[in-house]
């Protein structure tokens, strides 16, 4: 007989054999898929790794996928850290981004030491405001978030793509529904020669640390801790709930926001209605394999980059489609939730009559 | 009081046990949770007819034993042996739950396991018939139950959703549910800590009832009194081990608390104290919604003093308290704490004018359970210079100052970073304790502050309100225990229905009378003192 007894807690080498663990559980179910179809999982994992590993080329792919991957992994973290559950990441991302074209194509000049920041902020807090809203709903209505904020990522597509249709249409992108450019002096600076990584990457890793920090060691860290695991208590304890709630929830908008933010001027250049393959939603799987600590995150945010990569590249050597990096991102969240059952409870086989 | 009227009764039983065959026997039942040893060595006779009272603090081994009882453990070592139809004792297959509801174990749980959507004859008849018959019980059930009920003094409406009863009835359906399923050995855990008196003497007679019927009852208790009322024979559990196994003809009260605790525990005394000037008044105040709510209450509340407010839970001591603890405006009337409407406006005003504040329920409204010792500890403060500077936690002073509580309130804790979930009750008690009287306040709500707290924690928590009410404090309790009542309060008020009766002087009542209040009987008190 098997007996589930709570943790007094979690040991150290668990939640990180735990999230791992969850991914490689991911990558065999996933081949045995492909199994199933004739190729040799051994080849698909080799491939996997040389894609996402494998060269410079590689390595820094990666890290690029990771950058907007890292600030959609902390914005669910630390939203789900108060028990905020902001599933809009996706949104807010869109949000970030746009607010980032309308800024920085021209509608202001100047240097990069002005335009970059300023862009950049301008994100962050089209972001802040897309969680407002549904957090809002909460504070004052009671409005379950996880559909509030689910519905609007739908809502803001269409707003996009009425916009690329529209007032931000490149008039110069020969019908195609994409934004204006960037002006070259909002656009982040890369990191490597030659290499799509751009300095979001340092931005990200940045603000892992400062949330990390913020959460253990500020009062304001500590409200948040209190609210997300015992709201009545906080409230008696006389922490002012519902503001905590509403700026965790801004804060939570502000580092999606920074994601599209960053893509646009660290990578594309431009806003066009693919500009993320779900990074929002991915950002929660990232936040859960980190069992919701920003520091953790980073890691999580490069696991997960390096099985959309390595999967992409996979994909294309053996003709097999990318959303095969789905199914395994997918599989990862499933299995890590499985997992965070053995984080708090403990697994005892009782022996039978003595 | 009944407990003396019954005990002539109680007594003669006792010295019938002798001649009455065994009907269940526990030998030498030891049962470690790892480095915890839950029990050792155990040895327990139950007799038909037999009502033996389980005596123990929290973590005694109550718990494990009457687990091992029923299956849900299986002991390391010893066994549990049941008399079958004929009267010959057999051992039960350790660990098979089923095994021992087959052999006439009934157990009734301190939470009780009902579905609230189902009614009392559902809830019954629930699991005993197999799956695939049509019918969840056959036809003579219903007339079953109801002469069960009738002879037990069980009465109780079977037809209503069980979510609409009182705990009381919720209760009586539980115990109909083990007899349902002819249990000849009944467990009761804790049955009294969610009863009225009243509803308590009414348990108490049915108890009687199922002995004079020729069934085991094992009434497991902490509290001295009820088991004075309804108990033969007394088996007192410490650390596991059984200390005394005596018949309660002789043995003291005094005499049970030692031996339950391991040494003299003495309850504090209140001396007399001049009351000082108005701490609390409330005037004319109408607050709260639903069952909820007070109506038009007046009351003083004076400096060294401790007034009591006794009462059915669920008769507007909620409102009161949230009142008091910042949590809730009043609609009508005036609270106000010296001279101050605004002070009691929110939860961090009152703390900030001096109310420290004992949550009824401390795991939900009390303690972050996933915080640490330290952390919870300065939640109410987190502003203040011993806590944070420019918005960054002090870390260490506040685990130094989580070391002197642990160290002043005898908290029980590996250390400051502990998180608090894994406290026991009366050591997480001893938190919210530590914090409310952080900072000398200069009013004290203590809302059940000893709720399922065994002998030792509740006598230091009444020490320390007294402790509180010697500095000058103001104290509001409120309880459902009228002993504790009646021994800590200077005054005691009864709410019924939303309204106060009283204050009284608390020299002048006493538990019957105090029973009469609380069911809304104020023809109860004579007119003289009503007035006083």
Known sequence: ?354 | MTAEAERPAARQAAGGARARPPLLRLRGISKRFGEVVANEAVDLELAAGEILALLGENGAGKTTLTSILFGHYAADAGEVLVADQEGRLVALPPGRPEAALEAGIGMVHQHFTLAHNLTGFENIVLGTEAWWRPRPAPPGARRRIEELARRMGLEVELDRPVGQLGVGARQRIEILKALYREARVLVLDEPTAVLTPQEAEGLFATVRALAADGRGVIFISHKLAEVEAVAERVVVLRQGRKVADRPLAGTSRSELARLMVGREVREPIRRPRPPGEVVLALDGVGAGSGRDRIEDVTLELRAGEILGIAGVSGNGQAALAALVAGLLRPERGRVELLGSTAALSSPAAAVRAGVGRIPEDRERDGVVGELDLAENLALERLAAPETSRLGFLRRKAMRARARRAIEAFGIRAPGPDVPVRLLSGGNMQKVVLARALDGAPRLLLADQPTRGLDVAATAFVHERLLEARERGAAVLLISEDLDELLGLSDRIAVVHRGRLAGPFPSERLDVPTIGLLMAGHEGGLPAAEVAA
């Open chain 1, 1 to 354: 007989m098997i007996r589930l007894e709570p943790r007094a807690a979690t040991p150290a080498w668990l939640a990180v054999a735990a999230p791992t663990g969850a991914v490689a559980a991911a990558l065999l179910v996933a081949s045995a898929v492909l199994w199933a179809i004739g190729i040799a999982p051994l080849t698909v994992l080799r491939l996997m790794v040389e894609g996402a590993l494998g060269s410079t080329f590689a390595m820094a792919e990666t890290a690029t996928r990771a950058t907007p991957l890292l600030l959609t992994g902390l914005a669910a973290a630390i939203a789900f850290r108060a028990r905020f559950w902001n599933i809009g990441g996706e949104g807010q991302l869109y949000l970030g981004a746009m607010a980032a074209v309308a800024l920085g194509s021209g509608a202001i000049e100047g240097p990069p030491l002005l335009l970059v920041p300023l862009v950049l902020a301008a994100g962050a807090i089209a972001g802040a405001l897309g969680a407002l809203l549904p957090a809002l709903g909460k504070v004052r209505a009671g409005a379950d978030e996880v559909v509030t904020t689910l519905l609007l990522n739908f809502v803001i597509a269409l707003f996009v793509q009425m916009m690329l249709e529209g007032p931000l249409k490149d008039p110069m992108g020969l019908g195609w529904p994409q934004s204006p450019p960037l002006l070259d002096e909002a656009m982040l600076p890369r990191l490597v020669e030659r290499q799509r990584l751009h300095a979001g990457l340092l931005l990200g890793l940045l603000l892992a640390l400062l949330l990390q920090l913020v959460l253990a060691r500020t009062v304001w860290g500590l409200a948040v801790r209190a609210v997300g695991h015992n709201p009545r208590a906080a409230a008696y304890a006389g922490l002012p709930v519902a503001r905590t709630t509403l700026a965790v929830a801004m804060l939570s908008g502000a580092l999606a926001g920074l994601a599209g933010a960053g893509e646009v001027a660290g990578l594309k250049g431009y806003l066009t209605a693919d500009l993320s393959p779900g990074y929002g939603y991915a950002g929660i799987v990232v936040a859960m394999l980190a069992g919701l600590s920003p520091l953790a995150v980073v890691p999580a945010a490069f696991l997960v980059a390096a099985v959309f990569v390595g999967a992409d590249t996979m994909g294309r050597g053996l003709g097999i489609s990318s959303y095969f990096a789905d199914l395994v991102v997918a599989l990862a969240l499933l299995f890590v939730l499985a997992g965070g059952l053995l984080m708090r409870y403990r697994l005892r086989f009782a022996r039978g009559p003595a």
